[in-house]
């Protein structure tokens, strides 16, 4: 390693240092300050629930906000299914404090191991390379550069689990890559204690007609459900669908479509309260269907990971909710997409991509937006992303037609 390579090393270093020192810095005094609210403290609650044996309850709001209240105000309830309350449990064997520190230091490693599968993987470093305009870049900068992304900091700051479904993600797409269908289809299926960020890129698999990836889907997903059932009891399987469905349990989830940057989110600022509900949810229906089944149309082998980028962006737009943390996904496409496009020469010159990742990759404006209560509008951007993919693929299509 040269003098250089260890300075650089150095720097990414402290710089990922000093954030985590951020995190537990800023954690709340006590359990009534409010001044930073922690998505964690309902992971948390759920953990210890399933510790004590309470599974059947996870579901319960009223019992969730007893368990919340141990360690911190309640602003947000348990959502996710029964089997992803297990990988909490560990967690509540230490304070609350203790706790969101090891989870903060569990999600930096896991972003680090996606850097390094994107490094590895891709022409990223390259991309970069371009970028910096000869300056050396390596994997501490690509970190750095993760991790001061709006969601990234985000997710990580609140405890939320957002950077585990970008590691998900990301080695279904190092499975994909390889050829390894049914063990993509299985990593995937990992993710769905967000499934609604995972099942239209399902969707997209079953159009392709993808049937090994769909086999590994099913069949860890079964046991996952399996696993749920134990943790929960059989009622589960009713009990967690009738608490979405629930009106009254909804006003308290906080699915604001203002906030959800997709879809469903610009039809709403769009149309607002001037059409009927059903009405509105049927245009997002029609859109998302559309979306899909273009990705799925579109789709080419050779142009794998332009591909799978795009249905990475489609499956964020269609995904029924998709808040700023949820936005540490587009580090995949972003990643991938810049690194392909260096390849071929045509990066610098990408004026729509390189006006989009400019807006995406500047904090103030996701905070502006967000306090404006108008973040739906960063879907924009993933609409723009998305038909700069779809464009890529089709000018390199034409170009080896030509």
């Known amino acids: 390693m040269t003098g250089d390579e260890a300075v650089r090393r150095a720097a990414a270093g402290l710089i990922v240092a000093l954030f985590v020192a951020y995190a537990l ?36 709001l009223r019992a969730q906000a007893e ?3 141990q360690s911190a105000a309640v602003h947000a309830f348990y959502l996710r299914p029964p089997f992803e309350a297990l990988l909490f449990v560990p967690f509540t064997f230490l304070s609350y404090r203790a706790a969101y520190a090891a989870w903060v230091i569990v999600s930096v490693a896991m972003l680090t191991c996606v850097a390094r ?7 990223v470093l390259a991309a970069m390379l371009q970028y910096t305009h000869g300056i050396p870049v390596d994997l501490g900068l690509l970190l750095v550069v993760m991790l001061t992304f709006a969601p990234t900091m985000n997710c990580i700051l609140i405890g939320q689990d957002s950077v585990l479904l970008l590691l998900v993600y990301a080695l279904t797409f190092l499975a994909l890559r390889r050829g390894r269908e049914l063990a993509a289809g299985a990593w995937l299926a990992c993710g769905l204690f967000k499934f609604h960020l995972v099942l239209p890129f399902v969707v997209i698999f079953a159009l392709r007609r993808r049937w090994w990836f769909l086999l590994g889907f099913l069949g860890v997903g079964l046991l996952l459900i399996g696993i749920s059932m134990l943790v929960s009891g059989p009622g589960v399987i ?12 909804r006003s308290l989830m906080g699915f604001q479509p203002e906030y959800a940057a997709n879809i469903r989110g610009l039809v709403y600022l769009t149309a607002g309260g001037r059409i009927p509900g059903a009405m509105s949810g049927g245009i997002v229906a029609a859109i998302s269907a559309v979306l899909l089944w273009i990705t799925a149309w579109r789709w080419n082998d050779k142009e794998f990971e332009l591909c799978f980028s795009a249905a990475v962006v489609a499956t964020l737009l269609t995904g029924f909710h998709a808040f700023v943390y949820d936005l540490i996904l587009l580090l995949l496409p972003v990643t991938i997409t810049i690194g392909e496009l260096a390849k071929r020469k045509a990066l610098l010159r990408n004026l729509p991509l390189n006006l ?9 404006v996701h905070h502006f937006l967000i306090a404006c209560h108008l973040y739906a509008l960063m879907g924009m951007l ?11 693929t089709a000018h390199r299509s034409y170009c080896e037609a030509s």
Not at 31 to 58: C, H, I, N, P, W
Not at 238 to 249: N, T
């Open 25 to 60: 810095w800023t954690f709340p005094a006590n359990r009534e300050d409010t001044r930073r609210l922690l998505d964690f403290s309902e992971f948390y609650a759920a953990g210890q629930m399933v510790r004590q044996g309470l599974g059947a309850q996870l579901y319960d």
């Open 67 to 69: 368990f919340q209240l």
């Open 117 to 123: 599968i994107m490094r590895k993987n891709t022409n």
């Open 238 to 249: 009713v009990a967690y669908p009738k608490m979405f469905l629930d009106s009254q349990a």
């Open 356 to 364: 989009a990742l400019v807006v995406l990759f500047i904090p103030p």
């Open 382 to 392: 993933l609409v723009a992303l998305f038909a700069v993919l779809i464009k890529a």
